[in-house]
């Protein structure tokens, strides 16, 4: 399938999938964090500016440590995410699934400078967009990737999709699946469309528009 | 079995779970839940149940698999282990590229300061006329004796700080270029360096200059010239992979030589220290600051050919 899960094997044996980040939410993300530094510097500099050369030498230092350590502090005890990637709902992972570590965010952060050439990460966006994880030269040389925050969805609720209804015919296991996953998405269809697919099996249901659509969610709900 | 059933005797426990993982609680039973809900993974994929239930399952396992394995950062016994052990080692392994990394950067600093020798014009192929004059008023003999104040000498530190350590990362950076970076830092800064020495020699300007630069020589060089061998390293993982793909061997070798960037940090801020608050201070003779510097280069390399050799682990 064409799509941006990652699958990740961990030590329980099973398949996890990561879904990867693409370059226009990563800088989106970039571009937030950018503005919060700025913000930062010029508070900072309106405080330091009264100090004299200390303060100036003070400003220089945070400047410095808040340049290149800003995202690999955030990473590494923020759970992988910098205040722009929480804002996009991203976060860095190792490519096993893992919490990225102090190496790994640091060589993928101080490798930034090269992702940024020739000027405003055009090598970065090269790289993400030519390996099918989206990563740019320093997730490749850590071996992190950028996923999106996984929030739990609630489980739906028994009976959401009406009655049960035990289908008129015997129906193979692959066709059974289809109507359990057509009544699994239902609601994020147009209605239009919902009815659409649905007349395609008015030989099983018996009915067109939004009866077809109804009593599909019902053989669902007798299949699951 | 049904998923309805299925749903309904797991619910609690993923529940459980979630709970844990929200709060971020460190529960005894907690590795064992998660194999659990694992296997509930598995099994929910194995029956086909629908896309939703997966999904659920899965965004659960994933953040199980975050909490349970990240790791425990003992930060402080980490730095003292690194430093005490792992840094000398490591440059130690790393002798060749340490090597090659001196020779490009000593070498072309000797070299330039041979050539602005014997052709003094030399040094405006790599500065203006403007550059030249500001650093001969840097280190005019006349000055000797005058002291800066506490506070511009806190500026200067910050200002070493961030143009010093900003040096050493770009080296480094650079040498995932296929070492083209790396190289021309090394080779630029090398000859810049040596084209300064050269120029202020050759006008007579040796004693503030060399009294200036003793301190803080030793840590300062030899951090570039470790953030050279790094990069390198790097670069060289893509010219040369081995019998690896390129990937995993510019993934090794970023493992490997971030370990000297840490060296490399830390030396550079004992050298912005030192540059900052030693070497600028006027007050105290040439004669010791030679002395000093001298001392310090002999344990900068004591420090990497000795230290960390007895514990084999």
Redesign the interface.
């Known amino acids: 399938m064409l799509d941006t899960t990652r699958p990740v094997e961990?030590p329980?044996?099973?398949e996890?999938?990561?879904r990867v980040a693409g370059p226009v939410v990563r800088a989106l993300a970039w571009a937030i964090d950018f503005g919060i530094r700025i913000i930062f510097y010029i508070a900072l500099s309106f405080f330091l500016n009264t100090l004299?050369?200390?303060g100036?030498?003070?400003?220089?230092?945070s400047?410095?440590v808040l340049e290149?350590f800003y995202p690999v502090l955030f990473e590494?005890y923020r759970?992988g995410a910098t205040p722009g990637k929480n804002a996009m709902k991203i976060k860095v992972?190792h490519e096993?699934?893992?919490?990225v570590?102090?190496?790994?965010s640091?060589?993928r952060n101080?490798?930034?400078?090269?992702d940024f050439l020739p000027f405003l990460y055009g090598f970065g966006l090269v790289a993400m967009l030519i390996n099918e994880d989206f990563k740019r030269?320093g997730d490749?040389?850590?071996?992190t990737v950028v996923v999106y925050q996984?929030?739990?969805?609630?489980?739906?609720k028994?009976n959401s999709w009406g009655d049960e209804l035990p289908l008129p015919m015997p129906v193979a296991?692959t066709e059974q699946?289809a109507i359990?996953?057509f009544?699994?998405?239902v609601q994020q269809l147009p209605p239009e469309r919902a009815i659409e697919l649905a007349n395609i099996v008015t030989p099983l249901t018996g009915k067109t528009g939004e009866a077809g659509v109804k009593s599909l969610c019902q053989f669902a709900n007798g299949l699951? | 079995m049904k998923q309805r059933t299925f749903e309904d005797s797991h619910q609690q426990q993923w529940d459980t779970l979630e709970g844990w993982l929200d709060k971020r609680k460190n529960v005894a039973e907690f590795p064992q839940l998660y194999r659990q809900v694992c296997q509930h993974l598995a099994l929910a994929r194995d029956r086909h149940y629908t896309p939703h239930l997966i999904e659920r399952l899965n965004r659960l396992v994933l953040r199980g698999h975050q909490h349970l394995y990240q790791t425990q950062s003992r930060l402080f016994a980490k730095i003292i282990n690194f430093i005490g052990v792992e840094f000398p080692q490591r440059v130690r392994q790393e002798s060749l590229l340490v090597g090659l990394s001196s020779l490009l950067f000593f070498g072309s600093l000797l070299g330039m300061f041979i050539s602005v020798q014997f052709n003094p014009n030399l040094v405006y192929s790599l500065m203006d006329s403007g550059r030249v004059l500001e650093m001969e008023a840097m280190y005019e003999p006349k000055l000797v004796g005058h002291n800066r104040d506490a506070e511009s000498d806190f500026f200067m530190f910050g200002f070493y700080i961030r143009n010093n350590i900003s040096i050493g990362f770009q080296t480094f950076a650079g040498g995932i270029l296929f070492c083209v970076g790396t190289l021309f830092f090394l080779i630029f800064n090398g000859l810049y360096l040596g084209c300064v020495a050269g120029h202020l020699t050759h006008i007579g300007y040796s004693v503030p200059f060399y009294s200036f630069v003793a301190g803080h020589s030793a840590l300062e060089l030899m951090a570039i010239v470790l953030a050279g061998a790094a990069g390198l390293k790097l670069g060289l993982a893509l010219i040369a992979p081995g019998r690896l793909c390129r990937l995993q061997a510019l993934r090794h070798a970023a493992a490997q030589s971030i370990f000297l960037i840490y060296g490399v940090i830390i030396m550079l801020l004992l050298a912005a220290f030192i540059e900052a608050f030693w070497s600028s201070n006027a007050a105290i003779a040439p004669e010791i600051k030679y002395t000093v510097g001298g001392l310090l280069w002999i344990i900068v390399i004591a420090y990497f050919i000795l230290v960390g050799r007895r514990r084999a682990n």
């Open positions: 961990t329980e044996g099973i996890l999938a990561l004299g050369d200390l100036i030498g003070l400003l220089m230092v400047v410095f290149w590494v759970q992972l096993s699934g893992t919490p570590d102090w190496s790994a640091m060589i101080l490798l930034r400078v090269v030269i490749l040389a850590a071996g996984e929030e739990i969805p609630s489980l739906k028994a296991l699946q359990v996953n009544a699994d998405r699951i």
